[in-house]
């Protein structure tokens, strides 16, 4: 089962301080729900615990991210792969934009994910609403991480 989410928030602080956080393993845990540890990888990718809960479906997920087509500090795509034992898994990625619009950044991203096993069972609706809530919990985490003060998606 696939879905795609977009969204677009505007973050008060530089373009540069921005994509520092985006790439800073404390400030993604802080911000990733039910994130219980992520460590750096020496190839530059990322080992992460998560425990997510989909509709009836709890599990933990070994997860493996990593970032490609890197262009500091404008963009990256950022991908991660999760495995919940019986549960399933779940994998993904995200297209993360910055732009800068005066002394603020405005972070746009088009991600897109895929769930199997149970988790695929539980009803693309419910998983579609989950994934959406997982991603605007992220993001609203993270501008309020960042900045301080955060701005309902556009």
């Given amino acids: 089962m696939a879905m795609d989410i977009k969204g677009e928030y505007r973050i008060s602080a530089d373009r540069q301080t921005v994509w520092n956080a985006l790439n800073d393993p404390e400030v993604l845990k802080r911000c990733i729900p039910g994130c219980e540890s992520m460590e750096k990888e020496a190839d530059g990718s990322y080992s992460a615990r998560m425990l997510a809960k989909i509709g009836p479906v709890k599990a933990k997920f070994s997860t493996l991210i990593s970032l490609s087509d890197v262009n500091p500090p404008?963009?990256?795509v950022i991908s991660g792969q999760g495995k919940g034992g019986p549960a399933g898994f779940g994998k993904g990625s995200a297209e993360v934009r910055l732009t800068e619009i005066g002394d603020q950044t405005q972070l746009n991203y088009s991600a897109s994910m895929q769930v199997g096993g149970k988790l695929a069972q539980v009803g693309s609706?419910?998983?579609?609403?989950?994934?959406?809530?997982?991603?605007?919990?992220?993001?609203?985490?993270?501008?309020?991480?960042?900045?301080?003060?955060?701005?309902?998606?556009?």
């Avoid at 609706?125 to 900045?147: E, N």
């Fill in 74 to 76: 404008e963009s990256y």
């Fill in 125 to 154: 609706r419910l998983v579609a609403g989950a994934a959406r809530k997982y991603a605007d919990d992220f993001f609203s985490r993270f501008v309020k991480d960042v900045s301080g003060d955060a701005q309902a998606p556009g």
